[in-house]
C-alpha cells in the first residue's frame, strides 16, 4: 500500500457567514445548502422498456436558514426589519467553510438573498441554553467556490 499525504474531511463546526463580504458575527447552525435539477420525462409512443429523462431548470426547494445567539448586535434583525418595512436590501451572502488552521476551504455563495422569516427564542425558566434567534433568507440562486 502506497504511503502519501491522507486527506481527511472537513469539520462541519469550522464555518463562517458572510454578508456582503463581512464576518456577520458567530452563527451555530446553517442549513438549506441545497439545490435540484428538475427532471423532465418523456413517453415514447410505442417504447415501453424506458421512459426519456431530461434535465430541467435548477430548483433551490430551500432557503438558507442561520440559527445564532442573540447579541448586542441588531445587524440581523435590522435587515429583517427593513424588509418588514418595505425596504428590500438585496445581499450577496457567502457561507465558508475552513480547515483546521482556520483557512477557507470552501465558499458557497447565495446571490441577491434577503430575509423572508424571523424566529426569536424558546425561554425557558430551567435551561441554561443560549437564546437563539433564527433567520430565514430566500435568495436568486447558489454557486460554489473552492
Not at 22 to 34: D, I, N, P, R
Not at 87 to 108: C, F, H, P
Request: overall charge neutral; proline content about 3%; hydrophobic content about 40%.
Amino acid at each position: 500500500m502506497p504511503t502519501g499525504s491522507r486527506k481527511d474531511p472537513f469539520q462541519k463546526f469550522n464555518f463562517a457567514v458572510e454578508i456582503e463580504g463581512l464576518v456577520a458575527g458567530g452563527f451555530q447552525e446553517v442549513t438549506g445548502l441545497q439545490s435540484e435539477i428538475e427532471v423532465s420525462e418523456y413517453r415514447e409512443g410505442g417504447q415501453n422498456e424506458y421512459i426519456h429523462k431530461f434535465a430541467g431548470p435548477v430548483k433551490y426547494s430551500s432557503n438558507l436558514v442561520l440559527k445564532r445567539g442573540i447579541t448586542d448586535a441588531k445587524v440581523v434583525f435590522g435587515w429583517y426589519w427593513d424588509v418588514m418595512h418595505g425596504t428590500v436590501a438585496r445581499k450577496n451572502v457567502s457561507v465558508l467553510l475552513m480547515d483546521s488552521a482556520g483557512q477557507e476551504k470552501y465558499r458557497w455563495n447565495f446571490e441577491k438573498a434577503y430575509p423572508v422569516k424571523w424566529v426569536g427564542p424558546d425561554f425557558r425558566s430551567t435551561a441554561s441554553e443560549v437564546a437563539v434567534e433564527t433567520l430565514e433568507l430566500a435568495h436568486k440562486g447558489l454557486s460554489r467556490a473552492g
